[in-house]
C-alpha cells in the first residue's frame, strides 16, 4: 500500500514539475492558457471586435438578433459555432489516429497542427472579412479546448476563464474552511492558470496594438515554447 501511495504520489509530482512536462502538468497549462488569452485579445482589437474562443457569447448574439428578426446579423454568429463544432471533431480525430498519421503522439499533433493554421491566419490582411479569421480562430480554440481538459487531474479549460475561476474559489473556500492543504493547492494552480489568462490578453493587446494582423505569430512562438517542453518531458519520461 506505501509504495502505491509512493507511485500516485510520484506520478503527481511529475505532472505538476517542469521538469516532466505532460499535456496535464500545470507549466504545460500554464503556456495554453497564455494562448487562450491572447487570441482572445487579437480577435477583439485587431479582428472587429469579437472574442473568438468563448461560443456563449456567439449563441446569446444569436438569439438575440434573431428575436428582432436581424437575421442577417443572426447568421453571422453561427459559422463560428459550426467551426467550433468540426475542431472538436478534428480534436478527437487526432487523437485515435495520430499514431498512424504522425510520428508524434496526439498532443505534440494538436500543438503542430494549431501552429500551422495561426500561421496561416498571420497572413491574411485586413481586407478579408473578419468572419474568416474569427471562423479559422473558433476552430483552433475548440481543437484546444477538446485535447487539452485536465490539469493534474482536475478539469479546466485553456481558452476562457470563468469555469477556472469557479474551480479556483470552491478549492479556496474548501481550504480555509477545512483546512485542506490539497485544496490550497488546487486553488493555486487554478490562479496560476487564470493569471497566465490574464497575462496572455495583455500581450496579445499590447502586441496587436503595436504590430497588427500579425501579432498572431506570438501565440505561434508560444505554442512552438510548449510543444519544445512537452518533447522534452517526454523523453524524460521515457528514459526513466
Not at 15 to 32: A, C, D, N, Y
Not at 63 to 73: N, R, T, V
Not at 155 to 160: A, D, I
Amino acid at each position: 500500500m506505501i509504495s502505491k501511495d509512493l507511485d500516485k504520489m510520484q506520478k503527481k509530482d511529475k505532472r505538476t514539475s517542469f521538469q516532466h512536462i505532460t499535456s496535464e502538468s500545470v507549466p504545460f497549462g500554464m503556456l495554453l492558457a497564455i494562448v487562450g488569452g491572447f487570441l482572445d485579445a487579437y480577435t477583439f482589437i485587431g479582428r472587429g471586435g469579437v472574442f473568438a474562443n468563448a461560443q456563449t457569447g456567439n449563441i446569446v448574439l444569436l438569439g438575440i438578433y434573431a428575436s428582432k428578426g436581424e437575421w442577417g446579423q443572426a447568421l453571422v454568429h453561427i459559422p463560428p459555432i459550426l467551426a467550433f463544432i468540426i475542431g472538436v471533431i478534428v480534436a478527437e480525430s487526432i487523437k485515435n489516429s495520430s499514431s498512424h498519421i504522425f510520428s508524434l503522439d496526439w498532443a505534440q499533433a494538436v500543438l503542430f497542427f494549431e501552429s500551422i493554421v495561426l500561421i496561416i491566419i498571420g497572413f491574411i490582411p485586413n481586407i478579408i472579412p473578419n468572419i474568416v479569421v474569427t471562423v479559422a480562430v473558433s476552430f483552433v480554440s475548440s481543437v484546444q479546448i477538446s485535447s487539452f481538459r485536465k490539469l493534474v487531474g482536475s478539469p479546466y479549460c485553456t481558452t476562457m476563464s470563468t469555469g477556472n475561476l469557479r474551480s479556483a474559489s470552491q478549492a479556496a473556500y474548501i481550504a480555509f474552511t477545512q483546512n485542506d492543504r490539497e485544496s490550497a493547492i488546487r486553488a493555486i494552480r487554478f490562479l496560476a492558470i487564470i493569471f497566465s489568462f490574464l497575462f496572455g490578453a495583455f500581450l496579445g493587446g499590447l502586441l496587436t496594438l503595436i504590430i497588427g494582423v500579425k501579432a498572431v505569430w506570438g501565440a505561434v512562438i508560444i505554442l512552438v515554447c510548449a510543444l519544445v517542453l512537452f518533447s522534452i518531458g517526454e523523453r524524460k519520461s521515457r528514459s526513466e
